[in-house]
Every structure is written in structure tokens, then in C-alpha cells.
């Protein structure tokens, strides 16, 4: 198959050997230039999408798919009929859980703390399959604040809403079995877990109260609804950090206009390159014409180096941002502070499908703004162009 004589002619005005000129130089920097914007452009993308998978990840094996609690935040009757039918034919698995406050206590600090009692740990913060009567799990936040370590012992008082004040409190001892850290320093601070038994125990609940339901199901998409009843309510972990979701979408677009508009200035200066070839080539253009040539055929030269430029920059800005976003996963260089994010390390995400978008819009671009600078080669005459020749 034989090479387009347009594609020949573009490879050789673009790269020519020997050439010294000012528009090889140029071409070299509109391929910089744009290779850069592309890169900005993919690297913003990643970590938007790294941010929102990361914060997702985290808040879903917190929150479960969802959860079912009392409209008005009452304890609820695990054996109760229509939670029963809910447990039943409900698909995936189905956990009650125990959550109120409490006060921790070690040596002479104290702080306040939300205990929850599960019958598990979520897997993405501890490898305890099951938490035994008298233990308990903090978070590396609250350790580090009350300088509580493994096996030390700490006391808990319930602070039940229920219990009457004249009661004289209950306070119980647990033991520490492991230290859980998350990034999130609202869990890493506050969140305490034990078992099921332990927590009505503390919050002074009977045998057969929980606080609700957690809804955990292996489907890709689980269900946004569940048909509950007035006094229950089901919530997705996303419904219940709706705004938090909201402000990362409403960020992405300002960033995304701020790193476009360096590649912008790399369209910009593809112009420019695709101007400065066509002054230092216009003897070549004219004995091009004078032999014959149609317009469209050097019309479509030009384009061709337009487009060479921005397939070429936006490959190398794809190779350079892939390669800044497999530094950060394997070595964690840029840092940030965890007590303002939701994360101590910038997250990234490797999105196959913005990233080709990015890619053929930068070629596509390139293709079009290339026409700027060619489309008055049709008032071009042989005789003003070799006048001086």
C-alpha cells in the first residue's frame, strides 16, 4: 500500500533534515505545548475519578449498600414482621447493627466516642472476621489522641437517650484488639466497634432491639430502594453523603476548564507552527502551483502536519501522565493532609474511556484549528510567491 503524497509532503515540511528554522523549532514546541495540555487534562481527570472512587470505596464498606433505621431514631424490633420479611426475601446479606454514643475513658482523659455493634468489622479496615464479648476497635485518630495501644484496657458509659438520669450510669471495661486506620478522620476519631451483645449492654437495650439494618449486595448497582413502611426508612450510603457527592461534581468542571485551557494554549500554538511552516514554504508552494498543483491538495498538506502534531503531542502527554500516575500508586510521593480530606495521599484512577475521549479530541482539535492558518492558500498566486525568487 502506497504512502498518500500528501502524508509524504507533511512529514517532510514538518521534519525536514537538516533543517534549522525557526518552524521545525516551532512545530517542537506546539507538539510540547499540547503534549503538556493533554497530560494537565488526563492528570485532572484521574484525580477526579481517584477522589470519587476512593471516597466511595471508603464510605460504602462504612455504610454498607444502605441502611434501614426508625424514622425517628428509636430502636426497632429485630423480630418485628415486616422486618423479618425484609431479612427473608431481601437478595444479598442483611445485618443488624447497634449504634449510639458513649463516653471512653483511659487513665485521666476522656473522650466522646460513637460506638457501633456489628458483628463484624468491615474487611477494608480490619482482618477480624469476629469480634469477641469485651473487646472493642478504635480508631488510629482516638489512639493516638488518648495514647491507647493494643490489649490496653479503656471503660465505656453509655450515653442512652432511654435511660432514665437518675439511674446510676453503667460503666464496663473492654480490651483494645486492634487499631483500625481509614483516612477518614471522622471515623478514625470517633468510631468505635464491638459486638452485638457488648453494645445493648452499654446503651442499656433489650435482647431483640437494634438500631436498623445493614443491606450489602454483590451486584454492581444495588438497589436504591427498598419497600419499607412508615416508621422504617432505607438510605443509601450515597443518599446519606448526597452533598459531599454533589461538591465533588461540582468541582470537576471548574478544573477541567482551568487545565483545558493549557492545552488550548497549545492549539494556539500549533497555529502558530503551521503559520511560521507555510512563510518559510511559500517559494515551495509556489513552484508547487505553478506546476499544477490544486489548493486543496496543499490545503490538505497542512492540515495532515496539523494533525501529525496533535496525535504525536497527545500520545506523548498520554505516555507522561500514565507514567506520573503509576509513580503516585506504587510510591505515594504527593501527600496531603488527612484531617481536611477524606484521604492523606492525592488518589488517582486510570480511566480508559476519558482518557481516549481526551486523546481523539486533541486530534480532532488539532485537525481543525490547523484549517486557521490554511485557509487563505486559495488567494495564493505563483507569481507573488516566487516574485523575489
Known amino acids: 500500500m502506497k504512502t498518500p503524497v500528501s502524508f509524504k509532503f507533511a512529514l517532510r515540511f514538518l521534519f525536514s533534515k537538516g533543517s534549522d528554522t525557526f518552524s521545525s523549532y516551532a512545530s517542537l514546541l506546539a507538539i510540547g505545548g499540547l503534549s503538556i495540555g493533554v497530560s494537565s487534562l488526563m492528570l485532572t481527570a484521574s484525580i477526579i475519578n481517584g477522589f470519587h472512587d476512593t471516597i466511595s470505596d471508603k464510605l460504602s464498606s462504612f455504610e454498607g449498600d444502605g441502611r434501614l433505621g426508625h424514622i425517628l431514631g428509636k430502636s426497632i424490633c429485630i423480630n418485628d414482621a415486616d422486618i423479618d420479611s425484609l431479612v427473608n426475601y431481601t437478595p444479598g446479606e442483611v445485618s443488624p447493627f447497634i449504634n449510639g454514643v458513649a463516653l471512653l475513658r483511659f487513665g485521666s482523659k476522656a473522650e466522646g466516642v460513637i460506638i457501633e455493634g456489628v458483628d463484624a468489622p468491615p474487611n477494608s479496615i480490619s482482618n477480624i472476621e469476629k469480634i469477641n464479648d469485651g473487646n472493642i476497635i478504635i480508631g488510629k485518630g482516638l489512639a493516638s489522641s488518648l495514647n491507647i495501644k493494643v490489649n490496653d484496657k479503656i471503660y465505656l458509659q453509655g450515653l442512652s437517650s432511654d435511660e432514665p438520669l437518675s439511674n446510676f450510669p453503667k460503666i464496663r471495661s473492654f480490651?483494645?484488639?486492634?487499631?483500625?486506620?481509614?483516612?477518614?478522620?471522622?471515623?478514625?476519631?470517633?468510631?468505635?466497634?464491638?459486638?452485638?451483645?457488648?453494645?445493648?449492654?452499654?446503651?442499656?437495650?433489650?435482647?431483640?432491639?437494634?438500631?436498623?439494618?445493614?443491606?450489602?449486595?454483590?451486584?454492581?448497582?444495588?438497589?436504591?430502594?427498598?419497600?419499607?413502611?412508615?416508621?422504617?426508612?432505607?438510605?443509601?450510603?450515597?443518599?446519606?453523603?448526597?452533598?459531599?457527592?454533589?461538591?465533588?461534581?461540582?468541582?470537576?468542571?471548574?478544573?477541567?476548564?482551568m487545565f483545558g485551557l493549557i492545552a488550548l494554549v497549545g492549539l494556539v500554538n500549533l497555529i502558530a507552527a503551521i503559520t511560521m511552516i507555510i512563510i518559510e514554504k511559500t517559494k515551495q508552494i509556489g513552484i508547487l502551483l505553478a506546476q499544477g498543483t490544486s489548493k486543496s491538495f496543499l490545503r490538505d498538506i497542512f492540515i495532515i502536519q496539523g494533525g501529525f502534531i496533535g496525535l504525536i503531542g497527545g500520545l506523548i502527554g498520554g505516555v507522561l501522565s500514565i507514567f506520573i500516575i503509576m509513580i503516585q500508586l506504587k510510591y505515594r510521593i504527593l501527600e496531603i493532609p488527612s484531617d481536611i480530606y477524606f484521604m492523606d495521599q492525592i488518589p488517582v484512577s486510570f480511566d480508559y474511556i476519558i482518557f481516549s475521549v481526551i486523546l481523539m479530541l486533541s486530534f480532532i482539535l488539532s485537525l481543525l484549528a490547523s484549517w486557521f492558518p490554511v485557509r487563505n492558500l486559495s488567494d495564493l498566486k505563483p507569481s507573488d510567491a516566487l516574485r523575489y525568487e
Open 175 to 257: 480490651t483494645v484488639s486492634d487499631i483500625f486506620y481509614s483516612g477518614l478522620q471522622e471515623y478514625d476519631k470517633s468510631l468505635t466497634y464491638m459486638s452485638l451483645y457488648d453494645a445493648r449492654s452499654v446503651l442499656a437495650l433489650e435482647e431483640t432491639d437494634v438500631s436498623g439494618l445493614i443491606f450489602n449486595n454483590e451486584e454492581k448497582n444495588p438497589p436504591t430502594m427498598l419497600d419499607v413502611n412508615y416508621p422504617y426508612y432505607y438510605e443509601t450510603w450515597k443518599q446519606k453523603h448526597a452533598l459531599l457527592f454533589e461538591w465533588i461534581s461540582l468541582q470537576q468542571w471548574p478544573a477541567y476548564l
